[in-house]
């Protein structure tokens, strides 16, 4: 655990490149060409992520086009002013499919906020957000739910989800210019940028 804290630490210091930015996109290309597909069925292994291998992570989202925003200060597309960005966001094409991250249990569903249409999700320590899918939050006696019905997509506050599973597509619901996913990563209550943990797949996943 200190050494995934130590890992954190020193990678939060670098600053993101262009050059960085390119690899990343070369990688997806790669990783996706290869057919690096993570299998449903894939076993929760909470080493997995106290060794930092991540090599079964998912990908979030499915035909990838680009990196548009990254994790830190930045001008809103969309209102102008100077904010930190506590995302990544990767533009796809509307509909494209949100894969589950890593095995977990959905702890929020909303789609009220400048997030749109979003799903929470918890995997021990970590915890990654969806925001601006397709479909609309819904209640019944039973539970909340999220439904995308053209997306074939029902799914349930509470319920576990393995990891790669279809969770959702690609919207333009809450503040959004155009369509993409914005991706959030948790390690306890911090934020930590994305694209840090997408490198560290890539690195493993192309190594495995
Ligand atoms: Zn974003």
Redesign the pocket.
Known sequence: MNQLIYFLRKKLRIVLSQRFWLILLALTALSLSLGTKVPLNAQYVPAAIATNTWRYASFPVENPQAYT?GFGYRISPVTGQSQF?Y???IAASLGSYVRNWWEGQIVELSDHTACGTMIRIRSGQWTHIY?HLMGSVGNTPQGQYLMDQDGGIIVWLGQNIPLGARIGRVGMTGRTTGP?L?WGLMYGREYVDPALILQEMFRYQAAS
């Open positions: 925003s960005h995302g990544l966001d925001c993409h914005h």
